[in-house]
């Protein structure tokens, strides 16, 4: 008889709900006949709480300016009793609506991919004696409310096995995996020059694909025009995500209006070009950017851990421009110290970062996926998928 996976994510980006796709990608493969059904838990389980709390806030979070969501954070760590507890109060409407999906589904599993949802399934289970894992999507950082209640957390760095001890973890109940990548996101059946030939890029541009997340956020007009003025035979694929006023805003600027193109994507896209510099190309929210991935030879923008990793298992170099939440720094620091990339918060440190890999360009492409072998392209070995090692422990432990 098959089993039931429930795999719970929140809409806090994109992470969370990437993450597990790949879960559920690998538990499919290995067994087809099982159950296994993602869940968005705010909108799935229709508690306004939840989704104010941790869909809503994180929104707010990303835009506030950097200063003030350092400080903010900093008091979940100064006063991490008064974090839980405000933390507790969260859910106080979302338990019992878990409670009864439980006893409805029966899941033989549940496989969180954020931690408040790995709070909310530990407190709805009750005497329920099924097992409840956790992968903490972060390379750097961590946090008391991590401690969440999970018979297994999956790491991805040292960094974080550590930090997570420090908070009270059992060395036991941590398992570290590699890199987690959904295959679907950065794989293409499509040829690479048609894919860039689709989005009109021309055939021997570099390609720089500047994410700002799901939720487009960030200060990006000054990195496009320092791109779009002081680079060469380079196109800047920009991916605003939800954000349909910065979509809009680019759509509009010329950057000296040498020339116009249209993305290839199904969603609004526009391009430029200036009389000196790169040609830029603005696209909507994408649900499937695997194309648009296939055709990139940087990867930048902020510093979520989805889009790191995805970096790193392509063998991409990633330039870090943004970091969205204070907790990305410590995604950020792991890039860098690995040799996975660079950190250019200016918009005159980015497109002078552009135009050296552009005029190393063959040592970039010899070196992607290696440990940096020069300057301009540094790029660790790709990792295994974590994915896959998570599929099977949950196959492993039902089997």
């Known amino acids: 008889m098959g089993k039931k996976i429930l795999i719970p994510y929140l809409s806090a980006g994109l992470g969370h709900m990437i993450l597990a796709q790949a879960i559920a990608h690998f538990v499919h493969r290995m067994r ?60 106080r409407t979302a338990v019992p609506k878990a409670a009864a999906f439980l006893a409805e589904y029966e899941p033989d599993l549940v496989m969180s991919t954020h931690w408040a ?39 991805l760095s040292q960094r974080i096995d550590d930090g997570l001890a420090r908070i009270g973890i059992d060395a036991a109940h941590i398992r570290r995996i590699a890199m987690i990548v959904d295959p679907h996101m950065v794989k293409s059946d499509v040829p690479r020059d048609v894919l860039r030939r689709g989005l009109g890029i021309p055939e021997d541009n570099l ?13 990006t007009l000054p990195f496009i025009d320092a791109f779009a003025r002081h680079t060469a035979g380079a196109s800047l694929v920009v991916l605003t995500g939800r954000n349909s006023a910065l979509l809009r805003a680019l759509q509009q600027r010329t950057w000296g209006g040498a020339k116009s193109a249209s993305g290839g994507a199904k969603s609004a896209s526009g391009g430029a070009k200036s009389a000196s510099g790169g040609a830029v190309f603005a696209l909507g929210y994408q649900e499937d950017i695997s194309g648009i991935i296939g055709a990139a030879d940087v990867l930048a923008g902020k510093c979520g851990t989805g889009y790191a990793m995805m970096a790193m298992a392509m063998g ?27 950190y250019c918060p200016r918009p ?6 552009v135009s050296v890999i552009g005029k190393e360009r063959a040592a970039c492409r010899e070196s992607a996926g290696t440990p940096a072998a020069q300057e301009s392209a540094p790029a660790a070995k790709a990792p295994s998928n974590g994915a896959e090692i998570i599929a099977e422990a949950i196959v492993d432990a039902l089997t």
């Open 32 to 91: 087809p006949d099982w159950d296994v059904r993602l869940m968005d838990a705010a909108r799935d389980l229709d508690d306004e709480l939840l989704r104010r709390t941790f869909v809503d806030l994180w929104k707010v979070f990303l835009g506030m300016p950097p200063f003030v969501s350092a400080a903010l954070f900093a008091l979940e760590r100064l006063a991490p009793r008064v974090a839980r507890a405000l933390n507790r109060r969260s859910f």
């Open 117 to 155: 949802c790995t709070h909310l399934f530990s407190m709805a289970r009750g005497e329920k004696t099924f097992p409840l894992y956790y992968i903490y999507g972060e390379l750097g950082e961590t946090y008391s409310v991590i401690n969440c209640g999970a018979d297994l957390y999956f790491t």
């Open 207 to 219: 390609v720089v694909v500047l994410s700002l997340g799901g939720e487009g956020i960030g200060h």
């Open 316 to 342: 991409v170099p990633l330039i870090v421009t943004h970091l969205g939440a204070p907790n990305e720094r410590g995604n950020m620091l792991y890039v860098v110290e690995n040799g996975f990339g660079w």
């Open 348 to 353: 005159h440190l980015f497109a002078e970062r």
